[in-house]
């Protein structure tokens, strides 16, 4: 009797679960790779910054699309790169979080860190009037309470299953290296690249740009990859706050 409540419970919620995902990733689960083969979701970390722009053209100019996961004071105040920010939305580039001030989310309280997603929704509110549905943690940090409370906040959580390894002094030739011997076979790869690094954006990105074309590989949004295209952002209306500083 126990065991066929127990079964009965766990078919209605498989069923539940299978009603409300609309094929998209599921909020809080640690995801690093696209969910289909032929795909190739270049992400870039901690901008804006002096690069954005020119990264914007490189990628438009090839047809591609983007993941740019932003912070809102890393290098520098993300309200003065307002228009390169607005810029990466308008051309259909996904605009993701990488929190307020980039730390290590599992060293804070859960206020903490709803501080960190809501100071840089908040900012996107008032640039780009969306708010974003994922996440790339600082250094890849997941631990402690990070994904209940990022999950609590609705946040789909991305990390990597390539390293570019940028920001650690790979060279680009370097970093061509690790997508070569990774492949172009499998579901997509979710790199981890960095935007403030000149050679990244002007070396790294053109090879990647061609090294999709060769292999057939499809540029698109890590939300694209997943299935969930339309999920890219939080659903609803919200209003700028008038803040244009940080
Ligand atoms: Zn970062």
Same mark, same amino acid.
Not at 63 to 79: D, E, R, S
């Given at each position: 009797?126990?065991?066929?409540?127990?079964?009965?419970?766990?078919?209605?919620?498989?069923?539940?679960?299978?009603? =409300?995902?609309?094929?998209?990733?599921?909020?809080?689960?640690?995801?690093?790779? =696209?969910?289909?083969?032929?795909? #190739?979701?270049? *992400?870039?970390?901690?901008?804006?910054?002096?690069?954005?722009?020119?990264?914007?053209?490189?990628?438009? *100019?090839?047809?591609?699309?983007?993941?740019?996961?932003?912070?809102?004071? #890393?290098?520098? =105040?993300?309200?003065?790169? *307002?228009?390169a920010v607005k810029k990466a939305f308008k051309s259909?580039?996904?605009? *993701?979080?990488?929190?307020?001030?980039?730390?290590?989310?599992?060293?804070?309280?859960?206020?903490?860190?709803?501080?960190?997603?809501?100071?840089?929704e908040d900012a996107l509110v008032n640039i780009i009037g969306k708010k974003p549905a994922y996440v790339r943690p600082p250094y890849l940090d997941t631990a402690g309470q990070t994904l209940p409370v990022l999950k609590s906040m609705g946040y789909k959580v991305i990390t990597v299953d390539v390293d570019s390894g940028d920001w650690n002094k790979n060279t680009p030739e370097q970093s061509e290296a690790v997508f070569l011997a990774a492949g172009a076979g499998g579901n997509g790869h979710i790199p981890l690249m960095h935007e403030p690094y000149n050679s990244t954006v002007h070396e790294l990105t053109p090879w990647l740009i061609n090294w999709a074309k060769e292999n057939k590989l499809k540029l698109v949004t890590v939300a694209e990859c997943l299935g969930d295209a339309g999920g890219a952002y939080q659903k609803g209306n919200f209003k700028p706050n008038g803040k244009t500083t940080c």
């Open positions: 009797m126990l065991a066929e409540t127990v079964l009965a419970g766990l078919l209605m919620a498989s069923g539940a679960a299978a009603g =409300c995902t609309h094929g998209g990733p599921s909020p809080g689960v640690v995801i690093q790779q =696209c969910s289909k083969p032929g795909m #190739l979701a270049l *992400a870039y970390d901690d901008g804006p910054y002096i690069y954005t722009s020119d990264l914007v053209d490189i990628l438009d *100019a090839a047809g591609a699309k983007a993941t740019f996961f932003f912070t809102g004071t #890393l290098y520098g =105040c993300i309200y003065d790169q *307002a228009t259909g580039h996904q605009v *993701a979080s990488h929190t307020w001030t980039h730390p290590a989310l599992s060293g804070l309280t859960e206020d903490g860190i709803r501080s960190e997603m809501t100071q840089l």
